[in-house]
Structures are given as C-alpha cells and as structure tokens.
C-alpha cells in the first residue's frame, strides 16, 4: 500500500519519471556513497528529489565493499580525524550527516558485518562540514586515473555513428572504478546495439575535438563489454 522507485538511471532520466508519477510515490531508492556523490552524480540526485520532497533509500552505502576496505594512505586519513572509528563507519556516517535519508541497504556477508553494522548505527555520529570536505577530497583521490571528461559534448558533433560519448565515458568510469559491477552493463543493455561502445569505429575524429585530450577509441574499445542480462 505504500508506493515508491528505485533509479539507477541519470538526473534527467528521474526528471521525466518524476514529472510524470510523482504524484503516487512516497520514496525514491537510489546509490548513494561518498564517492558517487560525484561519480554517479548522487549529489544531484538528491537534489531533485528534495524538490519533491521524497525520503531517500541507500542502496550500495559501502560500494559493494570497497569503502570498507580503503588503502593505507586512505585509513590513516581518516584515522587522524576519528580514531575510534573504522572506515566502513565513515560510510554510514557520511549517510547520518543527509537528513534526507531515511532508509540504509547494506550487504553483509557474514555474522561479524552484522554485528558490526548493528554497533555502527547504535548512535548518531554525522560528520562536520570539515570532515565530509575531508571525506570528499578523499573520495576525489581515490578516483584519480578515471577519464576527465567534463562533457562538454565537442565529441559528439563529430562522432560518424552518433555515440553519446560523454554518457558512455561516464559509465566506462564507473567501471574502472568498481573492476565491473552489473550496473554499467545494466544500462548499456538498454541501448541500441548501433549506440554501444562496441560500435565505436576507432576513426579519433572525436579526440581531435576533445579538449581534455581522452583517448576516447581506446576506451570505447576496451569497454566492449557483453550487456547484462
């Protein structure tokens, strides 16, 4: 009896949905963590859906794991502003500091996890504005090497079988950062075999116009992945 969405798709994709139903939902699912915030414009999201006033689900607070298992360099940051705290904690408490959400998903594998989520969300411990700024210029780090793209579009003018390239850079990113992950290949199916990567002619008339310099072929060719499902 209670209505709502769960959207991995894009800010406008969501526009258009919300534009046309919003008047029957009463929550929005989406994937929120410290490094989406950017990377799957989270932070966006989270915006539009503040216009209309929904509570937010979380679905991957921990990105599958890999913000509970940060690097060395990446622990002892943020060790030295919480001591107490383990790095899987700052994932949920980045998600405490958003009055926002209402709702928190998180895998575990095994008793421990559950324990030790249990323990975490015991208490209320959101993050200073200093430390989600630290938090985030982390996050910012840990994406070094991900493809510059500012989407400035130049590309796709020049693209002979009209990829959307910034679109698919976006989810090339994406999965790099995560090693796969299905949500990548999850939006690819839904394209036209003639608009995927594995389209790509590798002719670089698009990097001529590419301002941040990407090798846009290579990438196009080394995300020739298989579509989900």
Request: proline residues 6%.
């Amino acid at each position: 009896r209670h209505l709502g969405f769960s959207a991995h798709g894009s800010v406008e994709v969501m526009r258009r949905f919300l534009e046309a139903y919003h008047e029957g939902m009463e929550f929005c699912q989406i994937q929120l963590n410290y490094v989406d915030w950017t990377l799957q414009d989270a932070k966006a999201k989270m915006e539009l859906l503040k216009e209309y006033n929904l509570p937010v689900w979380v679905m991957e607070p921990v990105r599958g794991g890999r913000l509970a298992g940060l690097s060395e360099k990446d622990a002892e940051t943020l060790a030295a502003l919480r001591p107490e705290e383990k790095p899987v904690a700052w994932a949920f408490r980045f998600l405490q500091s958003l009055p926002e959400v209402v709702v928190t998903l998180s895998g575990m594998s095994n008793m421990e996890q559950l324990k030790e989520n249990i323990e975490i969300w015991g208490e209320e411990k959101p993050l200073s504005d200093q430390e989600t700024e630290s938090l985030l210029h982390m996050a910012a780090g840990m994406m070094d090497g991900l493809l510059p793209c500012t989407a400035c579009r130049y590309c796709t003018s020049h693209c002979p079988k009209g990829l959307d390239i910034p679109k698919l850079i976006g989810l090339y990113n994406d999965y790099k950062f995560t090693g796969g992950g299905f949500v990548p290949a999850m939006v690819i199916s839904t394209l036209p075999e003639d608009k995927r990567p594995g389209a790509c002619i590798g002719c670089r008339s698009c990097e001529k116009l590419c301002p941040q310099q990407i090798k846009i072929s290579e990438a196009m060719k080394d995300f020739d992945v298989k579509p989900w499902g």
